[in-house]
């Protein structure tokens, strides 16, 4: 298992940016493939994008195709969010998720490690 802890949650104005990272322990991180979730109040945790382990390729959610970017530094054991023209339906708790293997996955119960979450608050 890959232990998480995400950062760079915050409260931020409609139409700002935030970036999100997630840091990975572990010699093996470059193993995982890594995805974000969120999970407003109330609400079912939705997938938000996925990036493979090399980070080549990527894969959004489409509420969040093209004002989303997922990338990772393997080398840093990190991977990162980039969030611009964020709106307040984007307000929730975001996590960062590991799963093994290479395809990529979409789906909560594929993913074995998960961090702690981070509090993302747009205002309007």
């Known amino acids: 298992q890959v232990q998480l802890v995400e950062s760079g949650g915050g409260l931020v104005q409609a139409g700002g940016s935030l970036r999100l990272s997630c840091a990975a322990s572990?010699?093996?991180?470059?193993?995982?493939?890594v995805g974000w979730f969120r999970q407003a109040p109330g609400k079912e945790r939705e997938f938000v994008a996925v990036?493979?382990?090399?980070?080549?390729?990527?894969y959004y959610a489409d509420s969040v195709k093209g004002r989303f970017t997922i990338s990772r530094d393997n080398a840093k054991n990190t991977v990162y969010l980039q969030m611009n023209s964020l709106k307040p339906e984007d307000t929730a708790v975001y996590y960062c998720a590991a799963a093994i293997g290479s395809r990529l996955v979409t789906t909560r119960g594929d993913f074995g490690s998960w961090g702690q979450g981070t509090q993302v608050t747009v205002s309007s």
């Open positions: 572990g010699r093996t991180f470059s193993s995982y493939v």
């Open positions: 990036i493979s382990r090399s980070g080549s390729m990527t």
